[in-house]
């Protein structure tokens, strides 16, 4: 889920997602590339992007806690499940404190990989057989917003798709974040499954190799 900087922040993005047979037979057409705006050096230079691990699992209880609505709130169960299954994908900034100030949790899969609100991911691939990356969740500290952390760890996350040949993210969208995505690349490509809501929506973008 995802819910864009300008918010506390999200889950993936606003809740969007097809069926998955419509979603699959939905070709990526157009010039819209997965992008990231310019960052500043000075940006590159005060955060540092790295892996998340277990020990990152209060953490991400409380930087959640700030960026979602209580319907969207996940179990530290759910997320040590996550972090398993997406070692490779998963990334976090941390404030001068040694504090989580921002998590990207991404999972490798297949295109039409669904992952239900709260639950253990089903379905995942070693990220060297994956042909999709599904950005679950990304969110920022509400002390941390309009920092453009958010960009830093789409960033990195973009990096390790290249690097492993993946060419293409998929996530749904929830909190009015489709335009955050949008300006990154993203196209709506229909419904969300996965007990989002029914204003979520499934979006979806080719990385350039």
Known sequence: MHRSDRLPCGKGTEALSPGRDTFRSQGLTGDTV???????????????????TLADVDGIARVQATAYEPRYHESVESFVAKLAAGEGTCFGIDDAHGNLAAYL????????????????????????????????????????????????????????????????????????????????????????????????????????L
């Open 34 to 52: 997965a992008s990231v705006p310019e960052l500043s050096n000075e940006m590159n230079s005060r955060w540092r992007v790295r892996p998340l």
């Open 105 to 208: 949790v991404a999972l490798p899969c297949h295109p039409g990989f669904v992952m239900p609100l709260d639950a253990a991911p089903a379905g995942c691939v070693a990220l060297f057989e994956a042909t999709c990356v599904y950005v679950h969740d990304v969110a920022v500290a509400a002390e941390h917003r309009g920092q453009r952390l958010g960009d830093l760890l789409w960033e990195a996350l973009c990096d390790v798709a290249r690097d492993h040949g993946i060419d293409r993210v998929e996530l749904v969208s929830v909190q009015n974040s489709v335009s955050w995505w949008e300006a990154r690349g993203f196209t709506v490509s229909g419904s969300a499954e996965g007990g989002y809501g029914s204003e979520a929506v499934r979006m979806v973008a080719p990385v350039a």
